[in-house]
C-alpha cells in the first residue's frame, strides 16, 4: 500500500524520521566527485535537524511566515534542498532564482549579494565542511554557515499557510505534496532514487521520492557520474534533468 500524501513538509519530516531516523535520505555526490571525492550523506534524523535550524534562522531573523517571499537562488546541491524545505516548513513561498522582488534573496553568489534586490540576504557556501561564506561580504548579509548552528534543532511553525498560500514557484501549500505523491505514483515504495534535476523540479524529485518513504540521490550531472555509482547506493529508480 502505497503511502498517503502527507499534509504538509513538517508531516513529511516526522514521517521520514519516526521510520528509521539513522537511514540515508539524502546521499549527495559533488559535481567533480571523480576528482574530489566529494560524497554527503543525510540521514533522515541529521537532514530533519538541519532544516530545523533553517527554518529556525529564517523565522528569527526574517520574520518568515505564510506570504514571505524567499528567492533561493543556488543551483543542484543538498544545501538548496535544505533550504527548500525549510522555507516550506515555516509556511513561507519558496522561488527558485534570484527575484529581486522577494522579501529574502538566499545565494551562493557574491555577486548577485551586493546587487538590487531584497534588503534581507544569506549568503550560502557550497564548499564541503564550510564555516564561513569564504569570501568578504557586502554589510548586511548574513553569513549562513557562521550562524546556523546556533539555532534550535527542533522547528515548530510560528503560522499555518493556507492552502492557496505560495509554497514552491506557482504550487501552493494546499497541492504541493498531492503533486509531489503524484509525480512518484510509479516507484516502489522506498524507492531509491538517482536524479540530478534542479531545484525547480523538486516535485516531480526528491519530495516525490520522500513522499514515497524513499530517499534521494543527488549529483549536479548524472553524466559525470562514475558508473560504479548507481550500484553501490542501490539506486532502483532514475530521473535526469528534464
Do not use: I
Not at 533553517?54 to 533550504?83: I, K, M, S, Y
Not at 551562493?108 to 534581507?120: F, M
Not at 531545484?199 to 559525470?224: F, I, K, M, N, Y
Amino acid at each position: 500500500m502505497p503511502p498517503p500524501a502527507p499534509r504538509s513538509v513538517p508531516a513529511l519530516l516526522q514521517t521520514l524520521t519516526a521510520g528509521d531516523p539513522t537511514a540515508p535520505r539524502l546521499t549527495f555526490y559533488g559535481e567533480r566527485y571523480a576528482a574530489t571525492g566529494e560524497r554527503v550523506e543525510l540521514s533522515a534524523r541529521v537532514l530533519a535537524n538541519w532544516v530545523a535550524k533553517t527554518a529556525n534562522l529564517l523565522e528569527e531573523e526574517f520574520d518568515a511566515a505564510p506570504g514571505t517571499r524567499v528567492a533561493l537562488d543556488l543551483p543542484t546541491h543538498w544545501r538548496t534542498l535544505v533550504w527548500q524545505l525549510a522555507v516550506l516548513s515555516t509556511g513561507a513561498h519558496a522561488l527558485t532564482g534570484a527575484h529581486p522582488d522577494a522579501d529574502v534573496l538566499v545565494s551562493a553568489d557574491a555577486a548577485a549579494l551586493g546587487g538590487e534586490g531584497p534588503a534581507d540576504r544569506v549568503a550560502v557556501s557550497l564548499a564541503p565542511l564550510a564555516t564561513s561564506f569564504g569570501a568578504e561580504l557586502p554589510g548586511g548579509v548574513l553569513d549562513y554557515a557562521r550562524v546556523v548552528t546556533g539555532y534550535g534543532d527542533v522547528h515548530a511553525p510560528v503560522a499555518e499557510p493556507a492552502p492557496g498560500d505560495g509554497a514552491l514557484d506557482a504550487l501552493a501549500h494546499g497541492s504541493l505534496l498531492g503533486e509531489a505523491a503524484g509525480a512518484g505514483a510509479a516507484w516502489p515504495v522506498g524507492v531509491r532514487l538517482l536524479t540530478d534535476v534542479g531545484p525547480a523540479e523538486a516535485v516531480r524529485g526528491p519530495l516525490a521520492a520522500w513522499c514515497r518513504g524513499g530517499s534521494v540521490v543527488l549529483t549536479p550531472d548524472l553524466a559525470a557520474l562514475p558508473d560504479a555509482v548507481p550500484a553501490q547506493e542501490r539506486v532502483d529508480a532514475r530521473l535526469p534533468r528534464g
